[in-house]
């Protein structure tokens, strides 16, 4: 990886960070996305401590606010012109129905609809690598998911679980499409199930709310380390050079659900999203 940009959101914590710390032990310049300019700079100092590379570097980017990404997107080619990898790691899990600040379902608003606007302003940089890679990460919970184009906002209820579910289908969805887009090009784009991993998703930051419930379930989870080895294995392995648009787990294709096989929804989805981000 000596060489090589690698873009990874979300990496103030969890799997985010396990991610950059191994990467920029192979050899990479990792760009660590995060929110918080707090906690990304105490993730900064502890990734670089822990994989003794100086070669990382914190980048701020709201993933529910469209304009921050847009601002992001050109900052970043202000510095760079090429993007080898871009891991689509971030993910927020909302117990109580929220908004982002365009007004978007929190859940699809970030995990999806903020990746694939990303992901769509960085293709070019992508396109300038050798072999450029697209990770989303995603999750077994996208079995279970649905999309109700009528239904986005939840108006007649919000349930955590099918929001969660929803965003997760999405990102299968959308890597499959993406790949069938890209064919042709230089970019592999996949997806995964990282297993169940111990990390703070669904825990309040400000009430703290969650915390009781992860303390006691987190023995029985995955470290963040082992969470993110898909991801690493994606973003790093000559065995998945040309595959595309496949859903991995355990650095294995596995299978998705009849849902996320459908290309008219993956078509649909993509349209839709294109006109909600204003692409």
């Given at each position: ?192 199930h990282p297993g169940a991993v111990g990390t703070h998703i669904g825990v309040n930051r400000e009430s703290g709310f969650g915390k009781t419930i992860w303390k006691l379930v987190r023995p029985f989870f995955l470290s963040a380390l082992e969470g993110s080895r898909t991801a690493i294995y994606l973003a790093t392995s000559d065995q998945v050079a040309d595959v595309n648009g496949e859903y991995f787990y355990k650095e294995k294709i ?26």
């Open positions: 990886m000596h060489n090589k940009i690698v873009m990874i959101t979300g990496a103030n914590s969890g799997m985010g960070l396990a991610t950059t710390i191994e990467l920029a032990k192979l050899g990479a310049r990792v760009i660590m996305v995060c929110r918080s300019r707090e906690r990304g700079e105490a993730a900064l100092l502890e990734a670089v401590k822990q994989s003794g590379s100086e070669q990382i570097e914190l980048m701020l980017c709201d993933l529910a606010s469209l304009a921050d990404i847009r601002a992001f997107a050109e900052a970043f080619k202000a510095k760079y012109d090429v993007l080898d990898v871009l891991i689509n790691n971030a993910g927020v899990v909302s117990i109580k129905r929220a908004k982002t600040k365009d007004g978007f379902e929190i859940q699809l608003g970030v995990n999806h609809l903020g990746h694939f606007l990303l992901t769509n302003l960085l293709l070019e940089e992508l396109k300038r690598s050798p072999q450029g890679r697209i990770v989303n990460v995603s999750s077994a919970a996208h079995k279970s998911g649905d999309i109700n184009f009528d239904d986005t906002l939840f108006p007649k209820g919000f349930n955590v679980w099918t929001g969660y579910a929803r965003s997760k289908l999405a990102n299968v969805l959308f890597t499959k499409e993406l790949a069938r887009r890209l064919k042709g090009t230089a970019i592999t784009v996949n997806s995964l596995a299978p998705v659900s009849k849902k996320a096989s459908d290309q008219q929804l993956a078509e649909k989805l993509w349209i839709w999203s294109a006109k909600q981000v204003m692409l």
